[in-house]
């Protein structure tokens, strides 16, 4: 499908053309299995390219045969509740994204992970409250909760859990910011509630197999969870504001293990759960929704609508046209000549219609 490796991309997004980079692993093209996919948010000021050389994560998608996506936030920023950086639909514009790559790039829906450095780190969290229909686990690196985030994040489900971190972080610091960052113990805290953890984690410590790094490591392992899930936290003694074993050392870089091998081992063990009763409800409903005439000379007309349900038209490009709720079990749209997508759903449950406008 593709005569290199890597492939540069955009979205159109809220009227807003978003960016992304993707990288394939050799065997994509051979293998005509569903991949799984790994996005990796960049931190604060800081963009894709760099999040990608830093973090090395494509030697994991060579040998683990994972597709990575390298996006880029408005302003070098994510969206993450704090009164600077970026204001944008950053939710939104990732669950299009996904949406796109399971349409058009063999992404295993049940297998999309999101992890992250610092502000992209914090972003993966906010995936893991309101995202996380799509998302089947996150991991944060040097990132953290927003005050006031614990108290907003009602997932639903028991979701897996990594948080790397450093004890003298100077940028997020472990100890917490006021109205920047949690302490991360209480993060980490909050995850082993949130996923009915037992209290009294396994504690690992990782060989010091660099004895010049002037860090050590250790694992702290709430196995015993809701679900069959699992919350880790991989405490860095006086380990900076860096990704273990990253290509730069800037600041305290642990090398003792790396980091982008370790997430993916860790997420390589969870997938999305099966749909509840209630989903399967819903999925039985929206089965019924019937769009016609397809193809039109203009007019088209979606029946059997449960009533509040969420209508959005995008162009085949992926590009969102307008949203509306259905105020009736049918709704009519008058759409010029062109190629569309309308999904219908609620925040569980969508179903997708192609449509032509001859």
């Not at 604060?44 to 390298?70: H, K």
């Not at 780190?121 to 799509?134: H, I, M, Q, T, V």
Request: charged residues 20%.
């Amino acid at each position: 499908m593709y005569c290199q490796s890597t492939v540069e991309e955009s979205i159109i997004h809220d009227g807003i053309q978003r960016d992304y980079t993707l990288y394939f692993p050799a065997s994509y093209e051979q293998n005509s299995e569903d991949y799984a996919l790994i996005f990796n948010f960049h931190g604060f000021t800081s963009n894709g390219a760099q999040q990608r050389l830093y973090s090395r994560m494509d030697l994991v998608s060579d040998t683990a045969q994972v597709v990575m996506c390298y996006p880029e936030g408005i302003d070098a920023a994510w969206n993450v509740g704090w009164n600077f950086g970026s204001m944008e639909d950053d939710v939104g514009f990732t669950a299009a994204m996904i949406d796109k790559f399971v349409a058009e790039h063999r992404i295993n829906s049940k297998k999309v992970y999101a992890c992250g450095m610092s502000n992209g780190g914090f972003f993966s969290y906010k995936l893991a409250c309101e995202l996380n229909d799509k998302i089947a686990a996150v991991a944060s690196v040097t990132g953290s909760l927003v005050p006031g985030q614990d108290a907003a994040c009602n997932p639903g489900r028991a979701v897996p859990v990594l948080e790397i971190h450093g004890t003298a972080d100077a940028v997020v610091p472990y100890e917490g910011s006021t109205g920047v960052a949690m302490p991360i113990e209480d993060v980490v805290q909050f995850w082993v509630d949130k996923n009915a953890c037992d209290d009294d984690p396994d504690i690992i410590d990782i060989p010091n197999t660099s004895l010049t790094d002037e860090s050590t490591a250790s694992i702290f392992r709430y196995n015993t969870c809701e679900s069959d899930t699992e919350v880790q936290f991989i405490k860095i003694e006086n380990g900076g504001h860096t990704w273990p074993d990253a290509l730069l050392d800037i600041g305290v870089t642990n090398r003792d293990f790396n980091a982008s091998q370790y997430i993916w081992e860790f997420f390589s063990q969870f997938t999305l759960p099966t749909v509840s009763s209630t989903q399967e409800e819903d999925l039985d409903v929206f089965s019924k929704i019937q769009l016609y005439p397809n193809p039109s000379s203009g007019s088209i007309n979606i029946s059997h609508l449960p009533i509040n349900s969420t209508i959005e038209l995008y162009r085949v490009d992926g590009s969102f046209i307008n949203r509306r709720l259905s105020t009736s079990t049918t709704e009519a749209f008058d759409l010029e000549r062109g190629v569309y997508i309308i999904s219908v759903g609620n925040q569980k449950t969508k179903t997708q219609f192609f449509t032509i406008i001859e």
